[in-house]
């Protein structure tokens, strides 16, 4: 679990920047055009041996009858993905900043300060008037608090799903 809650914690900055793009591609989402959708249909070819039945080819027939349909199903799935994605990286950054509010004494400002202000231990031992043994002991109490947060978390998941 430590693993987890470390990696948040490296990976904080890079997590917030990704859930702003997916923000900003489903707030601006087009989905692929026509046009875009036609070309890939017209220069797809099935590999292997070809038979040529008649002198017509019903290619342009295809693709005029089936472009539409398959460019709203693959634009339908390609927003899904994006919005899933979305719902889960938010719901992990509001988890982690609530459980960083949760912890005891002045630890939430601490850890506040360390991870989402992105402090370095120099500022945190000054700010904080303590040595940077004493910054590496709070950090390592305040991973062990949101460990136990987190456990709660799952155990209430599973919990959920089993009743």
């Known amino acids: 679990m430590s693993e987890r809650i470390e990696k948040i914690i490296k990976e ?3 997590m917030k920047k990704e859930r702003n793009c997916l ?7 087009k989905g692929i055009s026509e046009k875009e959708m036609i070309d890939s249909m017209n220069f797809h070819s099935p590999e292997g041996e070809r038979v040529q039945t ?3 080819s019903n290619k342009p027939a295809s693709i005029a009858l ?3 349909e398959r460019m709203e199903r693959i634009n339908q799935e390609w927003y899904e993905h994006l919005e899933k994605q979305y719902l889960m990286l ?3 950054i509001r988890f982690f900043e609530a459980a960083l509010s949760a912890l005891s004494g002045y630890l939430p400002e601490f850890m506040t300060d360390m991870v989402i202000n992105g402090c370095t231990w120099d500022y945190l031992c000054e700010h904080y008037h303590i040595s ?3 910054v590496a002991k709070n950090r390592r109490k ?3 608090e949101l460990e136990e947060l987190y456990e709660k978390r799952e ?3 599973v919990s959920y799903m089993l009743s």
Request: zero cysteines; charged letters at 35%.
């Open 12 to 14: 904080y900055h890079r």
């Open 23 to 29: 923000e900003h591609q489903i707030r601006n989402f």
């Open 54 to 56: 008649s002198n017509i």
């Open 66 to 68: 089936n472009y539409h």
């Open 90 to 92: 938010d719901e992990e």
């Open 132 to 134: 940077r043994t004493m």
């Open 142 to 144: 305040a991973i062990r």
């Open 155 to 157: 155990d209430e998941m």
